[in-house]
């Protein structure tokens, strides 16, 4: 497995940015795609965003879709979540994740290594 730790969150107003960043330890990190999902009070998590080994491939889902971009590092062991035009429905718990192998996918069941995950509150 993977060790991953999170960093970034905070509380914003609603229209402003913030940068998660994801850092890795363990495994080789360049081998394997991640993810980034969330969740909030009394709901499920969420798939976010996901990306390839290589980034060449990303896929963001459709709440996200123009606001969000994944991106990632490999040099520094580090993937990124920027978050621009925040809403208040952004507000949860953010995690990252390492995928099971080369493939992602937008289900958690396909990630077996998490982060400990960072609160991002988008006030209104």
């Known amino acids: 497995q993977v060790q991953l730790v999170e960093s970034g969150g905070g509380l914003v107003q609603a229209g402003g940015s913030l940068r998660l960043s994801c850092t890795a330890s363990?495994?080789?990190?360049?081998?394997?795609?991640m993810g980034w999902f969330r969740q909030a009070p009394g709901q499920e998590r969420e798939f976010v965003a996901n990306?390839?080994?290589?980034?060449?491939?990303?896929y963001h889902a459709d709440s996200v879709k123009g606001r969000f971009t994944i991106s990632r590092d490999n040099a520094k062991n580090t993937v990124y979540l920027q978050m621009n035009d925040l809403k208040p429905e952004d507000t949860a718990v953010y995690y990252c994740a390492a995928a099971r192998g080369n493939t992602v996918t937008i289900w958690a069941s396909g990630y077996d290594s998490w982060g400990q995950g960072t609160q991002v509150t988008v006030s209104s």
């Open positions: 363990g495994r080789t990190f360049s081998r394997s795609g």
């Open positions: 990306i390839n080994w290589s980034g060449g491939r990303t």
